[in-house]
């Protein structure tokens, strides 16, 4: 267990195991496997997503499909990752002194997984990875692509951020503690390196980027009813919905302000007691964990759990669903949607850097990390099968498009 008094205070026996940088390197690499899951299957659901994503398609079919390519990458990027965590394992042997005195090598692992990612070679999904790092590079200002250009792969990649947040937040302490005199970035992690501002601040920034990218789009939905409106055009929305979109990522901020300052509670500064901290901080988790949570199921995926009692009694779909549907079975809808609830709250809670205080936590925040990650990597599926239907199928109501698919397709 963690807080294993043998290896106290320098070391929980879970980082003994598995230190900060790997759990770091861990949920990338499974970042990378689970994206390429995501086009496996959607493609089998004979849904383009390099189409949404204004992807180029393959010049020739003799060339791998995208899945494939993704594979590839991250069989690139776990066949060093394995070879590094059992050497690390064979060197330290479970021994505390050891694990502290061979950070090398996991960090080494941090540096080959960023020159995977920049090598030119294109085998290994070569143009998949420049795409990234383009789109990670537009959107890291909180910019985003026109429909045209890409926008919705912009979008996707910035809510793949948000909940990557904790482990952007990991990364820095790993490298805050591995360039500062007098500590070892595989001990148990000081998530106070850097000092109280630096972590907080940097798993804000994936909400702040969604934030300002809901911003520009009402700004040009606004820009274009202006324009229509001069051209005698009928608007197709104010762009209220951009509008709640940056609400409802705007409600992570009280979460983490208010983790930060529970953190470093001092009754002389704050004017309020530790329990109504505390009661302020459970008030804001639980506004952003039910308002992403409705925006997930009624605006994400386009399904009518929340419309009026005619829409989601519809005879033309399932109870809460939706008339058009890629996935047979609608069990999964709904299993997903109870799912995608148990996580959502689960993951708020997780925005809090203060509950790194105990001791015996840091097999559960990995744990939690995880855990996001699958969720994301659930939501991706129902994200995609929604913006693919609004293409083919029209629009949600009430929803602004993401842009018309120049080719269209007949599906069953």
Known sequence: MDGDPAVEPELDSFSLFLPLPYRVALIIV????AWGANLHYLSLLR??????????SRPSPTLPSHHLSTYRLATLLTIPFASSLLLFWIVTRGNSSAVLSWELLPNLYLLVLLVCFLLPFHIFSGGGRWRTLTTLKRI?????????????????????????????????VTLCMFFSRGKSSTARPDRHCGGMI?????????????????????????????????????????????????????????????????????????????????RLWMFFVFL?????????????????????????????????????????????????????LLLRCTWSFKLSPHLDHFNDLEGGIFLMELLEVFRRWIWIFF??????????????PDDVLLGDLSNKYDED
Request: glycine share 10%; charged share 20%; net charge positive.
């Open 198 to 278: 630096m972590v907080p601040l940097i798993i804000s920034i994936p909400s702040m980027i969604r934030l300002r990218q809901c911003l520009i789009e009402y700004g040009r939905v606004r820009k274009a009813n202006r324009k229509g409106a001069m051209g005698g055009n009928v608007s197709q929305g104010w762009g209220g919905q951009h509008l709640a979109n940056a609400l409802k990522y705007s409600t992570a901020f009280p979460v983490i302000i208010l983790s930060a300052l529970q953190r470093g509670y001092d009754p002389a500064k704050m004017g309020m007691t530790e329990a109504g901290l505390f």
């Open 288 to 340: 952003n964990s039910f308002y992403s949570f409705y925006w997930d199921v009624a605006k994400d995926w386009d399904l009518t759990l929340f419309s009026s009692a005619a829409e989601r009694n519809d005879p033309e779909h399932p109870w809460a669903l939706r008339r058009h549907r890629y996935f047979s079975d609608n069990n999964i809808y709904y299993g997903v949607i109870v799912l995608d």
């Open 30 to 33: 499974l970042g990378v496997w």
């Open 383 to 396: 994200r995609v099968e929604a913006e693919w239907v609004r293409n083919n199928r029209g629009p949600a």
């Open 140 to 172: 890291s200002i909180g910019g985003i692509a026109e429909a045209q250009d890409g926008k919705f792969g912009d979008v996707l990649l910035a809510d793949a951020l948000t909940s990557y947040a904790k482990v952007l937040g990991d990364l820095f």
């Open 47 to 56: 849904i383009d997503v390099p189409t949404l994503i204004r992807y180029p």
